[in-house]
T-cell receptor
């Protein structure tokens, strides 16, 4: 079975500050890990994914995440927050097959203040 | 990139009626489509996995007769909420996985906001 835990349902940062959203995973097999962003009343947009290649993954909009097997973590970071980053962020774990389902964390709402 | 088109974006229906939500993969073939439900300020909960040409696999606790899933072709999957009630009001999202050769990512539809009155 696979699962992810997102620590912190709500994170608030100032514009220009570092963004750190935490995600820990549990998987009995090498996982595929994903970060998605969701804006209100919209679907999910892929930020980045880890698929067993480089452990430091760079995504869109300046986000990146580092896969740390020893810590079973896949935290999402961005050096400098922008107002447009305010949204809901979901960490998810999936398998390797095309029929493998994604299991989502509970989500973290990022608020960016002036 | 791979696109899943989901329609309608929002729908309001009367209690007791049925609503159909469509998801089409526009530039790839989706042998498997996933259907999620999302309550306000909550995460996505997988309802069922639809497979082209076969019966859908439902998650525990999801009523098969209420949430009918059809995946008749490699580019179209539908979710029909039958005899809808106010408690079925929610945000429904479909997803498909692009083939491994493109990196194994999942692509999502834009979601359907269902309100049952």
């Amino acid at each position: 079975a696979q699962s992810v835990t997102q620590l912190g349902s709500h994170v608030s940062v100032s514009e220009g500050a570092l963004v750190l959203l935490r995600c820990n995973y549990s998987s009995s097999v090498p996982p595929y890990l994903f970060w998605y962003v969701q804006y209100p009343n919209q679907g999910l947009q892929l930020l980045l994914k880890y698929t067993s290649a480089a452990t430091l993954v760079k995504g869109i909009n300046g986000f990146e995440a580092e896969f740390k097997k020893s810590e079973t973590s896949f935290h999402l970071t961005k050096p400098s927050a922008h107002m447009s980053d305010a949204a809901e962020y979901f960490c998810a774990v999936g398998g390797t097959g095309t029929a493998s389902k994604l299991t989502f964390g509970t989500g973290t709402r990022l608020q960016v203040t002036l | 990139g791979a696109v899943v088109s989901q329609h309608p974006s929002w729908v309001i229906c009367k209690s007791g009626t049925s609503v159909k939500i469509e998801c089409r993969s526009l530039d790839f073939q989706a042998t498997t489509m996933f259907w999620y439900r999302q309550f306000p300020k909550q995460s996505l909960m997988l309802m069922a996995t639809s497979n082209e040409g076969s019966k859908a696999t439902y998650e525990q606790g999801v009523e098969k007769d209420k949430f009918l899933i059809n995946h008749a072709s490699l580019t179209l999957s539908t979710l029909t909420v039958t005899s809808a009630h106010p408690e079925d009001s929610s945000f429904y999202i479909c997803s498909a996985r692009v083939r491994e050769g493109t990196g194994g990512g999942y692509t999502f539809g834009s979601g359907t906001r269902l309100t049952v009155v």
